[in-house]
């Protein structure tokens, strides 16, 4: 039966609610009321023999009170009755062995056991309780003995005075070591806890991650006169950056470039959110660039709920006339790539991010007419960060360089050569943001 209950434990097999301690607990209350049967059944036998009847009695009663206990806790798996049982029984027996006993002191055991299974049994100042009621029987026999009063105990005065220094001695060290263990437990309660938010914070860069990768294009494509290449790079966790190129008709396609404020699963569903927008409604009759980040500032306005902003840059490139309408929100200047003048052009563009004002009138298109090997670069301000020197927070020239030496090549081409020269620089430093790229030329 013993090696039963400890399988139980050991397993978590015990079926009873509760924590671990709790089935400990239980487990503790079934094994002690085992053995405290087998101890009184035997010592009240062999008391009998030795014609302590009373004694032997008493020891017997309580034997048939610790198996009908073990019955009754076995059935209701109600461990608080069970300890109470266990420690009324034990508050009786001290008393017994003292006026029964014939001078016979093995009750210390018993006595020095009381307040170690007090406090385990009973939390806080339950324990305390029962052990003043244990000090209390001491003093209010040793007060009998010394007055004469219908008792007679084999102890001096002196003996149940060390008896009771002795259990405050013991009642302290128990004390302490009941503060040093709620101390772990707060301290075991909060690294749980801090794991669980840390569990909680990965799941959610996991999932958001997850979207991200849904939403940016997986392959480079060609629309008609326009070949386009996109790159995208994660920093540790997940970022807000989100790209996508999208044929509107025969004639024209879009290109969106986006960086959402807000990192986790609350900024990969406004990104969710932006291109759903985005491709509902790019296709509709006369829905320009601009119109479309009107659009996206009024949708992420809307959400009461949502305090995160973004930049972005969209356009769109008309094939028979090889011309770009663009629009950006707090984006910064439309970049490309000049074959006949053989140099990067910086267009400037000055506005606010989406989702921080109703107003809009900053948000207006601008057109820039393109030749063939003219190469349009879209990108967020990680992929400048990668640049950067130790003197500069970024270094623009240093990518335009770099375009323009790879302009004759393809999109794929100009964009493995950045991200080449991307993870050189950053090769013995950490990447502090997600990097975006998208490289469109002009067939």
Known sequence: MLKQLLQDYFSG???????????????????FSFIGA????????????RHF????????????????????????????????????????LFPCLLLFGEGDKTGLFW??????????LKDGWKGFVWIALELLVIIVLTAMNELHILISIPYSAYEMALLALSLLAVTLIVFFYVLIKNEYLIL?????????????????????ERIQRLLIPGEDRVFGRLSVSGFYKAAAGVGGDYYDFFAVDGDHVAVIMCDVSGKSVSGAFVM????????????REKMSPAAMVRLLNRAMLADSTNDIF????????NHPTRTVVFCHAGYGPFVYYSAREARVVEVPFNSLPVGVIGEESTYVNRNVRLEPGDIILSYTDGLLDSFAK?????DKAALYRLVSEHALESPARIKQAIIDEIGHLIANRQQADDISLVVSKVL
Do not use: C
Request: aromatic share 14%; glycine share 8%; net charge positive.
């Open 13 to 31: 097999g015990v079926d009873h609610p509760g924590d671990g301690f709790r089935r400990l607990k239980f487990t503790v209350v079934t094994i």
């Open 38 to 49: 087998f101890f009184a059944f035997a010592v009240g036998t062999f008391n009998l023999i």
């Open 53 to 92: 009847y009373i004694l032997g009695g008493i020891e017997l009663m309580g034997g048939v009170w610790s198996i009908l206990n073990l019955i009754l806790l076995r059935r209701t798996k109600n461990i608080e009755f069970a300890s109470f049982v266990i420690l009324l029984l034990m508050l009786g």
């Open 111 to 120: 006595f020095f056991t009381f307040p170690l299974l007090a406090l385990f």
């Open 188 to 208: 075991q309660k909060k690294r749980e806890d801090e794991w669980a938010e840390r569990r909680l914070l990965d799941d959610q860069f996991a999932i958001a």
């Open 272 to 283: 969710v959110n932006i291109r759903s927008v985005f491709q509902r409604n790019i296709t």
């Open 310 to 317: 973004a930049v972005l840059s969209v356009f769109m490139f």
């Open 390 to 394: 130790q003197s500069e927070k970024n």
